[in-house]
């Protein structure tokens, strides 16, 4: 069962521009955008930030309902193909005026959770080749897959424009089970050797591409950016307000509706100074209540343990009632809906989430 332990922390964010990228490329194969927005509680509106941040939480929901959506079950290996080097923000420009790729790699690895806190990336290299290895740093992430999928294929096609040649990687290794299907990631990872089932997601090259240079790269825009991505980096790893108040919300939902003066009390602020610094946040107490008991409802309701009435009581709704009309409210569909359409936990990929999400 899900834990209600869990909550939103800066580890479980992700920059809007991946956000916006994947919500693109559901659209350009006939999804409604607004309709996906709401079904993972997102506000349009919030996507026009680029400085904004989206709930890991609320991605993984967005690549469920983009594939069901369009009905492309490879998504993701289609979204890195068509990668603008430019939606992965701030990054992006730090990489782009490296002198080398290898140079570019290190700055990927360093500045990472810019782009998405839910994936560290590291980068060895053994012998004659070169290593990036992807693992898992957030209990938000429920599709494996389609992270893996969407990273490596992007981070391939970023290689490729920022040395201008087509680099071919050497193999690749998936930690999740074989498809049923693998065309679309032979021809999209081609003519790399392709290992399921391993033990930790990793992609190797010939280690002479880390000396390629970086097409246009300008050593002089390269330390404006680099201290930009810092200083983004610094304030990503500092929990905000509103990531508090959260936190304090989850470990007050026992039964009952959290009171904002309980949640003041934790913070040790007053009700009216907490109220305060949640407007100039743009945020209302409710707000990110809603916002806790959607994603705690979204992770209870793939556990086929618990019933509508056990959800109500954990998300602290008198009536199971209370909640649907809620959850209907947020997601345009009712908890039952909801479910039908989602795998259980123990079904995701075969195995549920894997052991390294802890």
């Known amino acids: 069962m899900p834990s209600a332990s869990h909550h939103a922390r ?131 992430i429920i599709y494996p897959e389609y992270v893996f999928n969407s990273e490596l294929a992007a981070y391939l096609s970023a290689f490729r424009g920022l040395t201008n040649q087509h680099l071919a990687p050497l193999e690749i290794h998936f930690a999740y089970p074989r498809p049923a299907d693998t065309c679309e990631h032979e021809r999209v990872f081609a003519p790399a050797r392709l290992h399921f089932r391993a033990a930790t997601t990793r992609i190797a090259f010939n280690a002479s591409v880390l000396d390629l240079p970086v097409f246009n790269a300008n050593a002089t825009l390269f330390p404006l950016f680099e201290q930009h991505a810092q200083a983004l980096l610094a304030q990503l790893r500092q929990p905000s307000l509103a990531e508090r ?32 610094h949640l407007k100039n946040l743009n945020v209302t107490y409710q707000q990110l209540l809603d916002e806790v008991r959607q994603e705690l409802a979204q992770r209870h309701l793939r556990d086929p343990l618990l019933s509508t009435t056990d959800i109500a009581y954990l998300l602290g709704y008198s009536e199971p009632s209370v909640f649907v009309r809620s959850f209907k409210r947020w997601t345009g569909e009712t908890p039952g809906a909801y479910r039908r359409h989602r795998p259980a936990l123990s079904e995701t990929f075969g195995s549920g989430r894997p052991s390294t999400l802890g």
């Not at 350009?28 to 955008?33: E, H, K, T």
């Not at 782009?96 to 790699?105: F, R, S, V």
């Not at 700055?107 to 080749?129: E, P």
């Open 10 to 140: 800066s580890s479980d964010t992700l920059a809007v521009g991946f956000f916006n990228l994947v919500l693109w490329a559901a659209t350009q194969r006939g999804a409604d955008g607004p309709v996906l927005c709401q079904r993972v509680g997102v506000d349009p509106a919030r996507l026009h930030d680029p400085d904004a941040r989206v709930p890991i939480a609320a991605v993984q929901q967005l690549w469920r309902e983009a594939v069901l959506a369009t009905n492309d079950p490879r998504l993701d290996l289609h979204l890195g193909e068509q990668l603008n080097l430019g939606s992965l923000g701030i990054l992006a420009y730090v990489m782009m005026h490296c002198p080398t790729l290898g140079a570019a790699l290190e700055q990927l690895a360093r500045y990472q959770d810019v782009v998405c806190a839910g994936v560290s990336i590291t980068q060895l290299r053994q012998d004659d080749r070169c290593w990036l290895t992807l693992e898992l740093a957030s209990p938000a």
């Open 245 to 276: 108040v959260k936190h304090e919300i989850v470990q007050l939902l026992k039964g009952a509706e959290p009171a904002l003066s309980a949640v003041a009390d934790q913070l040790a602020m007053g009700v009216r100074t907490l109220q305060l």
